[in-house]
């Protein structure tokens, strides 16, 4: 998976401090986890208008709380 090499990555930069390659990494997971999580959405939503079901019926609220707090300080 694309993510779990970026986070390594992300460690390395971090170690060995490189703020402007953990930079990028860190944007490169942010995009991948956004990318992802509206690619669910998207296709939950065709399967909604597949299924015939009415536009109130669409649930656009995107949760995510499921993902790990990180605090900055701890590194």
């Known amino acids: 998976m694309m993510v779990e090499n970026n986070i390594v990555d992300l460690l390395k930069h971090a170690h060995e401090n490189q703020?402007?390659?953990?930079?990028?990494?860190?944007?490169?997971?942010?995009?991948?986890?956004?990318?992802?999580?509206?690619d669910a959405k998207r296709e939950g939503i065709a399967q909604q208008m597949m299924n015939g079901a009415e536009e109130d019926d669409f649930d656009l609220n995107v949760d995510l709380d499921d993902e790990p707090d990180v605090d900055s300080t701890e590194y």
């Open 19 to 38: 703020p402007n390659d953990f930079q990028t990494a860190f944007q490169d997971i942010m995009q991948d986890k956004i990318s992802a999580a509206i």
